[in-house]
């Protein structure tokens, strides 16, 4: 028994000047412990003058994290945050009850004369239901402050939650992992064990799992209780994530999150009367989408 109990591909998404492989949530797979959505951005490089521009959107229910490997962007959110992301740092914002945000490559970015570079990874962490109208709040963690976990030919680098006898400083609200793991080839990881369900997306390169090859943008989603190792075929870089079950299905709509669909359709209402706070110095906003 190989231990695997699905593996996904990312689909892409055209998101208008950069494209998206959009892993999770998955057909017939919603969540890899609380993670509920999953996007690999880029990589990309914008012509000068361009850059991502999305425009203000509400969450509830949810919390976001960013990790980039290559570019920046700013952060604006309605709790009164900019805050600017680069390579290695941590954006992990709480929507809760709701919240509002934009991201925006910055000016300086998009003047560059070969352009702007993006690369990363967006996911977003459902709540648990006890703190699903929990208030808002933004953290953000600088890449040296990272704890890191060295072995042969492999660097881990917590972003959140607790692995291998490490704790971020991210405030997570549930049992989870969320690492990126850099490899030579030839070099090995084992995936936490303790952890009911866990999961490998492969970044860069090429890995071997039970005995067969995975290369860029593919999750590997292993069965509950199984000895998990991962080899590098090739230089790589992969994001391991996971933890405890979520406490039940959600409800997903648009960018809302959760267990209860009257609770998402409040949240409709009140993004299209214009009662979310708004974001300081972003006046745009998207509008609610018809369907």
Known sequence: MSGIRRVLDGRPRDLGGFSVRRVLPAGGLQTVGPFIFFDHIGPATFAPGDGVDVRPHPHIGLATVTYLFAGEFMHRD??????????????????????????????????????????????WVALPSEHEETDPSFEHHPAPTLPEI??????????????????????????????????????EVELPAEYAERAAYVVEGEVEAAAERYGVGRMIVYEAGVQVLLRALTPARVMLLGGAPLDGPRHIWWNFVSSSPERIERAKLDWREERFTEVPGDSERIPLPES
């Open 78 to 123: 309605s709790l009164g945050t900019a805050q600017l992301i680069r390579p290695g740092d941590v954006n992990w914002m709480v929507a809760g009850r709701g919240i509002v945000h934009s991201e925006r490559t910055p000016a300086a970015a998009r003047s560059a004369p070969g352009g702007a570079p993006i690369h990363g990874i967006q996911t």
């Open 150 to 187: 060295h072995g042969t030919g492999v660097t881990l680098r917590l972003i959140a939650g607790a692995a291998y006898g490490r704790q971020a400083s991210t405030a997570v609200y549930s049992a989870m992992f969320y690492l990126v793991a850099t490899l030579e080839a030839g070099a």
